[in-house]
């Protein structure tokens, strides 16, 4: 169940949204500059609503009736941007494990080697950023988030800029994340493979509106 | 001060600066100083060291809430931080002897609190020298700090890490370089400083005497002017050394990429 029933307004722009998934992956999809990123910022507490109820599953992020309002590292979100948003600062083995848990908390997610080698990132792991390739960046954006042992993910795009083969490898890992762990996911994309491949419901955000809710095709 | 530190470090030889510089030093240190003079340069470097360390948090706080915080009486922070820049030092100075001498509502507090006294005392040089040198601290942090890339922030938030986390793991180390060009303006302004420091912990040698309140007390002297000149030198050549060096990383920092 992925509820984002909220209003928001920022100068000009305004949203109104209204969806209520039964599954747990939900796919937003419409045309650009409709407000789809804007959704996941809500989700992940990045924007905050004026009013309305943000929640996936049990987890209520956001309850203005109730005056629930977590604050986004609360909210253990693996949040994976349109663009990498890498640490410049640290190098690739430093943004993976950025958001690591401590190993006594429990049994991640997923192991960082595994991962690791399933992003290919392995020969890569000492290296800056600035240097990589737009896909590579993009892959160690995905590890990232994955590795912070996220309750629930969200993915702006996740699979634009980087070549098909590695894109199946990465929509295999998503895939297992959906079967094996029930993670739930909400992501957003024009791609109608990765929609029809994915989701089970597909919500349509037009001009800022909702949005309904219909199961994936 | 013209323009932002940060800018404009293009066409700048900072090998050759640096060799021009120890040229005055070696021409400085080949002089014969005579022990008050050595003991007003120590007492300098200290006021200077001190003063930029111990203003640095403070700067780096300030420079924080303006650069990233909108709050009410924000443009009066704003104001109040640049006013040693503007005000007559004297009055800078006259006003720390009021606030911070031993009769003074914070030197009073703090006297009792800590056993720090400022009246009379190196302690109060150097927080004279700090005060005066907060505007260019706190100028050249804020710029770095409004060069880091906010959605970096947002991502290291949404990894799990709160606030305070974000800002010593992200923030302070991509805006590394302008802390530390502040850190070095810092204690560049606090050895030239003159007008806040004699009035506020007067000219005692040995105790309050930098090398600038010497260089003041030898001109007063008809036979000062070699003595005068030693103590010129050397001025001149730990601005020159400091300013090369604020340049230096000024450069660095732009030539690193900000966003991957």
């Known amino acids: 169940m992925i509820v984002i029933d909220v209003q928001f307004a920022r100068g000009d722009f305004s949203l109104r949204a209204a969806i209520r998934a039964k599954g747990r992956i939900l796919a937003l999809v419409g045309p650009s500059g409709t407000g789809k990123t804007t959704l996941l910022n809500l989700v992940a507490g990045l924007e905050r609503p004026s009013k309305g109820l943000i929640a996936i599953g049990d987890l209520v992020f956001f309850d203005s009736q109730r005056r629930v309002d977590l604050k986004p590292y609360r909210r253990r979100l693996g949040y994976v941007f349109q663009e990498p948003r890498l640490f410049p600062h640290l190098t690739v083995a ?15 997610l ?27 960046k993009q892959r ?7 590795l912070s042992d996220p309750l629930a993910l969200l993915l702006d795009e996740p699979l634009a800029g980087i070549d098909d083969a590695r894109g199946e490898n990465i929509f295999a890992i998503v895939e297992t994340l959906r079967d094996a762990f029930k993670i739930p996911m909400i992501f957003v994309s024009h791609r109608r493979d990765e929609v029809s ?12 509106r909702l949005i309904e809710a219909a199961p994936a095709a | 001060m013209e323009g932002p530190p940060l ?12 060799v021009a510089s120890w040229r005055i030093a070696q021409v400085a240190l080949a002089m014969e100083l005579t022990q008050a003079e050595w003991t007003a340069v120590g007492l300098s470097l200290k006021v200077a060291t001190v003063a930029a360390l111990a203003g640095l948090p403070f700067g780096v706080a300030v420079a924080w809430l303006l650069a990233r915080r909108d709050f009410p009486g924000k443009g009066i922070l704003n104001a109040l931080v640049h006013m040693p820049l503007v005000l007559p030092p004297v009055v800078t100075g ?7 001498g031993r009769e003074g509502i914070f030197g009073r507090a703090l006297e009792a609190c800590c056993g720090l ?13 700090a005060t005066m040198g907060f505007p260019l601290v706190v100028r050249a942090i804020r710029l770095s700090l ?10 290291a938030a949404t990894l799990g890490a709160p606030g305070w986390r974000v800002f010593l793991t992200v923030t302070l180390p991509l805006a590394a370089p302008g802390v530390i060009a502040g850190l070095v303006l810092g204690f560049a302004k606090s050895i030239g400083e003159f007008g806040a420091t004699i009035t506020f912990v007067a000219n005692i040698p040995g105790e309050t005497q930098t090398i600038a309140t010497a260089i003041y007390t030898t001109t007063q002297d008809p036979n000062g002017t070699p003595a005068t000149i030693r103590l010129t030198l050397i001025a001149l050549s730990i601005a020159f050394a400091a300013i090369v060096a604020s340049e230096g990383l000024a450069a660095r920092a732009k030539r690193r990429g900000q966003a991957a």
């Open chain 1, 110 to 136: 997923v192991a960082f080697d595994d991962l690791v080698a399933r992003l290919g990132l392995g020969a890569l792991l000492a290296r800056a950023p600035q240097g990589l390739s737009g896909g590579e």
């Open chain 2, 146 to 155: 409004e060069a880091v890339d906010p959605r970096l922030e947002q991502a």
């Open chain 2, 117 to 129: 006294v400022f009246s009379f005392r190196w302690t109060g040089a150097a927080l004279a020298a």
């Open chain 1, 197 to 208: 491949r994915l989701a089970s419901e597909v919500a349509l955000v037009e001009r800022g």
């Open chain 1, 140 to 146: 160690v954006a995905i590890g990232r988030a994955l």
């Open chain 2, 94 to 100: 006259w006003l720390l002897l009021i606030g911070f």
């Open chain 1, 94 to 108: 430093g943004n993976l494990r950025y958001g690591m848990k401590d190993a006594a908390l429990g049994q991640p």
């Open chain 2, 7 to 18: 800018r404009g470090a293009a066409p700048f030889h900072f090998m050759g600066a640096l």
